[in-house]
């Protein structure tokens, strides 16, 4: 699993740990297009045990496929900032 340091910590908003200043919560996914636009599947170094994140390729796939089991919901849109 591809764990990248991608968050942009200035777009995305989040909650953190008071005491570490470690994030617990992201209310609102950016990700800096550069680290993640060439990988299909990942999570993010902030939270390396959260969420894993799929591309639109992976997505599609899993689509066409008719694949079950799994539950996409879109966090980010690099076209939306």
């Not at 008071?18 to 993010?44: A, G, P």
């Not at 902030?46 to 796939?61: A, G, H, L, N, Q």
């Amino acid at each position: 699993m591809n764990v990248l340091d991608c968050l942009d910590h200035n777009k995305s908003v989040y909650s953190v740990f008071e005491s570490s200043k470690r994030i617990f919560l992201i209310d609102k996914h950016v990700f800096k297009e550069e680290i993640v636009k060439d990988v299909d599947i990942f999570k993010i170094a902030d939270i390396p045990r959260s969420t894993i994140f799929v591309s639109d390729i992976f997505r599609d796939k899993v689509i066409n496929s008719d694949l079950v089991g799994f539950k996409l919901d879109l966090l980010w849109d690099s076209d939306i900032d």
